[in-house]
């Protein structure tokens, strides 16, 4: 492989492009599950939402670097600017171009979903914001990330509103409802953060990175993730109570296991080496989960 090209997958991060994955599959499976399914609007869906969460990446390789949080303490794997194979410079020009073809996935999602002006200026709206927090979170002179909300944003744009803003693409129309799964997928991809936050706790503390396991601290970090690995799977499990869907909506269940096995590892871990590799760990738990959830709603 160029080795340039393999600098630049390293920097897209890919372990973590599965939670924008399965924000968009839970909206499509939740929306085909209602025989609303459009097969362009997944794709075109599933296209924006990865290059905002590689846009996300990028931006976030360059804040921490500028910031000095990515240093020899931080126990993450290197990134680009901190390793020293991509300039500052270059990796604002690699996210300038990164933005303008999010704009064009956007705009083409938005054209081809929306018949009314209405519709069309909400997601225009929601698309400027979803580009904006993505640069923000450690970008800038008041990174939200630095200041504890980063467990927020996440909830929001890779459950409320990746998951109901697909469904509502494709079906037309919201519903209270779907808010359940949208939320799950939302918690899930929090877990990813956490474990990241709880990683490099004692960096980003001396760094200023006040993140939300930085306030609650170590111990209450890792019982917050055990809350947010529980809330997750309540939130599918009353939808299907709302919805009665036949058993095959119940596959889910069968990632409990994991998500039990894996939560129990992270209230035993000493310190943030033993939860590095745990990483990939939640990332897998996510993906099941909404793998099987989305199957289940697929499946008749």
Known sequence: MNSSLAIWLDAARPKTLPLAVASILTGSAVAGS???????????????????????????????????TDN??????QRAIQSGLVTPATMRTA????????????ASLILLACDNLS??????????????????????????????????????????LGVAGTFYLQAGEISSVIMLPATACGLLAVGVLNIN???DIDNDRACGKNTLAVRMGPQWGRKYHIVLLAGATLCLTVFNLAVQPPWFGWLFLLAVPMLFHHGRQVLASPNGAALRPMMGTMVKCALLTNVLFAAGMIIH
């Open 197 to 199: 936050n709880l990683r």
């Open 119 to 160: 519709d069309m200026m909400g997601f225009v709206v929601l698309g400027i914001l979803a580009i904006a927090a993505s640069i923000t979170y450690t970008v800038g002179n008041k990174p939200y990330g630095y200041r504890g909300l980063g467990d927020l944003s996440v909830l929001i744009f890779f459950g409320w």
């Open 72 to 77: 020899e303490n931080r126990l993450g794997p």
């Open 34 to 68: 209602q025989g609303r399914f459009s097969l362009a609007i997944t794709v075109l869906a599933l296209l924006t939402a990865l290059l905002l969460q590689i846009l996300s990446n990028l931006a976030n390789d360059y804040g921490d670097a500028v910031k000095g």
């Open 95 to 106: 996210m300038m171009f990164n933005i303008v073809l999010t704009l064009a996935s956007g």
